[in-house]
């Protein structure tokens, strides 16, 4: 797809991979990081061209309603939205952690805030030419990882949304789904599990993200995301084509 003049949403953009995503687009497009610190998103929006903030929870109705709405009024033509805000707890099914409260947690950010969010500006979406749905997700919607349990749990169920909803807006829709699963990355969001240590840069998983939209590939799978898919999961396309026949 066109990766030119085109007006992007990133949730999450005030740091980390959103950031680098606003970074690696904000040239050529006009940019909008939304976020719940505003003091987080001015700073990074700073020294960019053409990045635009709103401070906004998506996990919250109110503020999602309300950064559609101003989404409508002032970028009415936005045509690529890409949901990359998370949220995650470490720790293990063993532990005597409140599992259920942390799933929650987790849920709401990496899974019903995406699904609220795209619902709501799909219209909007529908209305352009070159339009995209790019959904972050994860090397453990594969494979779960036991330190992230319910993590991985969140970025399964991500991966299934975005296949499904893939498959329906092609019927009859210019909007192009995209899935971005990144491994683990150098930001401060996965500091506890290693990610300053052993993580890739987030730029790395910006610029697959940019290849991603050029060539049209729909399951962008950065670095050992690739490694991990192409040793086990190489059939997952043909399985998915056989249960939707």
């Known amino acids: 797809m066109n990766i030119t003049n085109n007006t992007i949403l990133i949730t999450g953009g005030g740091s980390g991979i959103g950031l680098e995503i606003a970074k690696a687009l904000n040239k050529s497009n006009k940019i909008i990081i939304a976020g719940r610190n505003k003091e987080k998103l001015d700073a990074a929006a700073n020294g960019l061209e053409n990045v635009f903030t709103i401070q906004a929870d998506i996990t919250s109705k109110e503020d999602v309603n309300s950064l559609v709405e101003e989404i409508k009024v002032n970028f009415g033509d936005l045509n690529i939205l890409i949901n990359n805000a998370g949220h995650a707890y470490t720790y293990t099914l063993s532990d005597n952690s409140d599992t259920y409260s942390k799933a929650s947690a987790e849920f709401e950010t990496n899974y019903f805030a995406p699904i609220r969010l795209t619902e709501k500006l799909l219209p909007l979406l529908k209305n352009q030419e070159n339009a995209a749905v790019v959904n972050v997700s994860s090397i453990v919607a594969f494979v779960p990882g036991s330190h992230i349990p319910t993590y991985s749990d969140s970025k399964a169920a991500l991966h299934s949304y975005t296949q499904l909803l893939r498959y329906e807006l092609a019927k009859n829709t210019a909007v ?55 040793n086990f999961f190489t059939g997952s396309e043909g399985a998915f084509n056989v249960m939707n026949q």
């Open 176 to 230: 192009k789904v995209f899935e971005l699963m990144p491994p683990l990355v150098n930001t401060d969001f996965s500091a506890e599990i290693g990610g300053k240590e052993n993580g890739i840069p987030p730029s790395e998983v910006a610029d697959s993200l940019v290849n991603g939209l050029i060539n049209d590939t729909y399951e962008i799978r950065v670095g050992n995301t690739e490694v991990l898919y192409s």
